[in-house]
C-alpha cells in the first residue's frame, strides 16, 4: 500500500509539471504576447503616431518652440543638391501625424547653417512662419496676407520663373515678423541676405528659397494657422538628424 501511494503521488507531481509547462507555453501572463500594450493581436506592433517628426535630431528638435502645433518639414536630397521634399506635420495631443508631401526644390547650390547674399544655398535650420502674399488674390490664408503687384517676378528673368511668387509664405530669416514677405528691412544686416520664401516652384533650383507647386502653396495657405505657431524645419539630412 505504501509503494502504490507513492506510485500514486509521483504520478501527481508529473501531472502538475506538465500542466504548468503547458499554461507557461499556451499564452499566460508570462509569455510576452499576452501582456497588452503596444502590441496587438499575436503580437503584431500598433502602429502609433511619433512624438516627433521624423528626420529631426535632438538638436534640431530643441530648437522647434514649444508652443509649435504645425510643422513644415523640408527634407534636402543632398548638401549641395537643389532637390528636396517638403512634408507638413500637425501635433494632436502628444503625437505628430503626417497631413501631406510634396516634391520641392531649394537652392541651386544646396544648403548652408551660414547663408549670405548671392551664394544660391538655402539656410539651414528652424523659422517662424508668420507672414504671406503675391501676386494673385488670397485663397483663403490663414497667415496675414499681402496682395500686391510688387511681388511680380523681374520680365528679364526666364520666363518659367514669372509666376513663382503668384503666391509666397515668409520664412522669418533675417526679416520683420508682421510685415509683408516683401519689406526689405534686414535686420542682421545686408549681407545676411534674406527674402527667403515657400513660393510656387519652377521645375529647378532656387536663389535661396524653397519652391513647390501652387496646389501645395494654395493647401499651406488654408492650413497653416498662426493659432498654431507654425514653423519650418529645413535642411539636408545630415544637418536635420544633428
Given at each position: 500500500?505504501?509503494?502504490?501511494?507513492?506510485?500514486?503521488?509521483?504520478?501527481?507531481t508529473?501531472?502538475?509539471?506538465?500542466?504548468?509547462?503547458?499554461?507557461?507555453?499556451?499564452?499566460?501572463?508570462?509569455?510576452?504576447?499576452?501582456?497588452?500594450?503596444?502590441?496587438?493581436?499575436?503580437?503584431?506592433?500598433?502602429?502609433?503616431?511619433?512624438?516627433?517628426?521624423?528626420?529631426?535630431?535632438?538638436?534640431?528638435?530643441?530648437?522647434?518652440?514649444?508652443?509649435?502645433?504645425?510643422?513644415?518639414?523640408?527634407?534636402?536630397?543632398g548638401?549641395?543638391?537643389?532637390?528636396?521634399?517638403?512634408?507638413?506635420?500637425?501635433?494632436?495631443?502628444?503625437?505628430?501625424?503626417?497631413?501631406?508631401?510634396w516634391?520641392?526644390?531649394?537652392?541651386?547650390?544646396?544648403?548652408?547653417?551660414?547663408?549670405?547674399?548671392?551664394?544660391?544655398?538655402?539656410?539651414?535650420?528652424?523659422?517662424?512662419?508668420?507672414?504671406?502674399?503675391?501676386?494673385?488674390a488670397?485663397?483663403?490664408?490663414?497667415?496675414?496676407?499681402?496682395?500686391?503687384?510688387?511681388?511680380?517676378?523681374?520680365h528679364?528673368?526666364?520666363?518659367?520663373?514669372?509666376?513663382?511668387?503668384?503666391?509666397?509664405?515668409?520664412?522669418?530669416?533675417?526679416?520683420?515678423?508682421?510685415?509683408?514677405?516683401?519689406?526689405?528691412?534686414?535686420?542682421?544686416?545686408?549681407?545676411?541676405?534674406?527674402?527667403i520664401?515657400?513660393?510656387?516652384?519652377?521645375?529647378?533650383?532656387?536663389?535661396?528659397?524653397?519652391?513647390?507647386?501652387?496646389?501645395?502653396?494654395?493647401?499651406?495657405?488654408?492650413?497653416?494657422?498662426?493659432?498654431?505657431?507654425?514653423?519650418?524645419?529645413?535642411?539636408?539630412?545630415?544637418?536635420?538628424?544633428?
Amino acid at each position: 500500500m505504501r509503494k502504490s501511494g507513492a506510485i500514486r503521488t509521483a504520478a501527481a507531481t508529473v501531472a502538475c509539471a506538465t500542466l504548468a509547462i503547458c499554461l507557461t507555453g499556451c499564452g499566460s501572463s508570462a509569455h510576452p504576447r499576452a501582456r497588452g500594450g503596444a502590441n496587438g493581436p499575436g503580437g503584431t506592433p500598433r502602429a502609433t503616431a511619433p512624438t516627433r517628426v521624423p528626420g529631426i535630431g535632438d538638436g534640431m528638435w530643441r530648437r522647434v518652440p514649444a508652443g509649435t502645433r504645425q510643422v513644415v518639414a523640408v527634407y534636402g536630397a543632398g548638401p549641395d543638391s537643389p532637390d528636396s521634399t517638403v512634408k507638413l506635420f500637425t501635433k494632436t495631443g502628444s503625437r505628430w501625424k503626417q497631413l501631406r508631401s510634396w516634391a520641392a526644390h531649394n537652392g541651386r547650390n544646396g544648403w548652408t547653417t551660414d547663408h549670405h547674399e548671392g551664394d544660391q544655398r538655402t539656410p539651414v535650420g528652424v523659422f517662424t512662419l508668420s507672414d504671406a502674399g503675391g501676386v494673385l488674390a488670397d485663397p483663403g490664408s490663414r497667415l496675414p496676407y499681402t496682395r500686391s503687384a510688387s511681388f511680380q517676378a523681374p520680365h528679364y528673368w526666364n520666363k518659367n520663373s514669372w509666376h513663382d511668387f503668384d503666391y509666397v509664405i515668409a520664412i522669418d530669416y533675417n526679416r520683420v515678423r508682421g510685415t509683408a514677405p516683401n519689406d526689405p528691412t534686414r535686420p542682421e544686416g545686408q549681407r545676411k541676405g534674406g527674402s527667403i520664401w515657400l513660393h510656387m516652384d519652377h521645375g529647378g533650383g532656387t536663389s535661396a528659397c524653397v519652391s513647390q507647386s501652387e496646389d501645395a502653396m494654395r493647401y499651406l495657405l488654408r492650413t497653416l494657422d498662426p493659432r498654431l505657431h507654425p514653423v519650418v524645419v529645413m535642411g539636408d539630412s545630415r544637418h536635420l538628424a544633428a
